[in-house]
């Protein structure tokens, strides 16, 4: 059974605090869209990260690109964050102390890019950047892993279709975290799903994924990974709880990636919530510290015999 943090506790903060406002009505996205336009928020990492983690910026093509690095200077490989937030929301605390668990605990660079949001960032801008940027840090750090929560696991996705489209090898690793797959929304199951989640709602993220998807079509693989090829995609890692509804297509892509021969490791959780792994949760702590350990046994040099 959950944890009453995650049973009761944290739906209920969801609630109080009208997390659902910009997804639950098509009006309410619209109106969510406008005020992040006129009042942006901020993006830097909080003041009080790990003490272990050096955090140094550039500008990559006009966007901020943050480098977490292991202050052990013992970093191998790298990992590149996408964050969520329905493509409209900026990056926030979670995703930085995620960031951050990782370089420490993996032993890696880190990776967060602050890309343009909806209205003015769109997929067929955004997912060709990031495709470059592991190409740019392939050069710099060797083995790349991507991974993404929510609106950051579609560009994670994404991005790593678009590099075997581009016949780039595979990444080592993707990790998604309840990951949006399907931005036309038109899964039967997600009505059944939608009175048990507490965050998101149809009506809404169709509005955000309808500006995400610029000029190409709502079933392009850089809007909506669901419709892609898998086969020669690097392994998976995916998380989802079961009040959310992205579940029905996450598993619809578990099910697509595997019948394609891609190794994944999926691990859904009845009764938690969209991106369970970020929450300050039991769960949520087991799902952070499963990511460290997968994305560092994924960049970890392979030992010689001996």
Not at 14 to 21: K, V
Not at 156 to 182: F, H, K, M, N, Y
Not at 244 to 263: C, N, S
Request: hydrophobic letters at 40%; one cysteine or more.
């Amino acid at each position: 059974m959950p944890s009453f943090m995650s049973r009761v506790a944290v739906p209920a903060y969801l609630r109080i605090t009208r997390a659902n406002q910009p997804f639950r009505t098509a009006e309410g996205a619209r109106e969510h869209i406008r005020q992040r336009t006129i009042r942006p928020q901020p993006f830097g990492p909080p003041r009080l990260l790990r003490s272990d983690v050096a955090v140094s910026v550039r500008r990559e093509d006009g966007w901020p690109v943050y480098t977490l690095t292991p202050r052990s200077g013992r970093a191998h490989g790298n990992v590149i964050y996408c964050h969520g937030g329905g493509w409209v929301n900026e990056v926030v605390r979670q995703h930085w102390e995620l960031a951050a668990d990782i370089a420490a605990g993996a032993g890696a660079t880190v990776t967060v890019p602050i890309y343009p949001l909806v209205p003015f960032g769109t997929a067929d801008q955004v997912i060709p950047a990031f495709a470059e940027l592991v190409r740019a840090n392939r050069a710099e750090y060797g083995e790349v892993c991507l991974a993404g929560d929510s609106a950051g696991g579609q560009i994670a996705l994404s991005t790593a279709v678009a590099l075997r489209d581009g016949e780039q090898p595979s990444v080592p690793r993707t990790v998604l975290i309840s990951p949006a797959t399907d931005l036309s929304m038109s899964n039967p199951e997600i009505p059944i799903v939608q009175p048990e989640d507490p965050w998101l709602g149809r009506d809404g993220g169709l509005v955000l994924g309808d500006h995400w998807r610029g000029p190409l079509p709502i079933t392009d693989p850089l809007v909506s990974p669901l419709f892609a090829d898998f086969t020669g995609l690097g392994p998976l890692t995916v998380f989802c709880g079961t009040r959310d509804i992205l579940m029905p297509d996450a598993r619809l892509m578990v099910e697509k990636a595997r019948a394609a021969g891609v190794e994944v490791d999926y691990y859904e959780a009845a009764g938690l919530v969209h991106v369970y792994p970020l929450t300050p949760t039991p769960e949520g702590k087991a799902a952070r510290t499963l990511i460290v350990d997968t994305l560092r046994r994924a960049l970890t040099p392979a030992r010689a015999p001996r």
